[in-house]
């Protein structure tokens, strides 16, 4: 399942435009999810941290394994999903809604246009 309204990454993150074009949500794929399994811990930079595109910005703790988290775009982290705290694994159960994992106040918007969109990042998970 690869919504069509979401922006996504090579790294198998997704993001959401909201508050009016100036922030971005970000979370990760079902695709991500499925290759991670059970999540368990989600360690996330601070709020208020500057991120830059591409870099790690927290890690997902699986049964199998500890991931990096990268930012997608450049800005500063604005929100947590706090409810991922007590329920990491809504990141497993519902990757594209409540599973979202942080906020990001977007630099400049542009670099939105970099990102992948849902019909390319159907073909790049096909072919994996």
């Not at 811990?41 to 595109?53: F, I, K, N, P």
């Not at 809504?90 to 990102?115: K, R, T």
Request: include cysteine.
């Amino acid at each position: 399942m690869v919504p069509d309204d979401l922006q996504y990454t090579s790294e198998h993150e997704w993001v959401r435009v909201v508050g009016g074009g100036s922030t971005a949500r970000v979370g990760i794929t079902d695709y991500a999810q499925d290759a991670l399994g059970d999540i368990v811990y989600v360690h996330l930079s601070d709020v208020g941290e500057d991120v830059e595109a591409g870099s790690p910005m927290g890690e997902l703790e699986s049964t199998k394994s500890v991931s990096d988290l990268f930012a997608p775009v450049s800005g500063r982290i604005a929100a947590h999903n706090d409810a991922l705290a007590d329920s990491p694994e809504l990141c497993n159960s519902d990757p594209y809604g409540d599973g979202w994992i942080v906020e990001i106040s977007l630099s400049d918007d542009s670099q939105l246009d970099g990102l992948l969109t849902a019909e390319d990042y159907q073909a790049a998970i096909a072919s994996t």
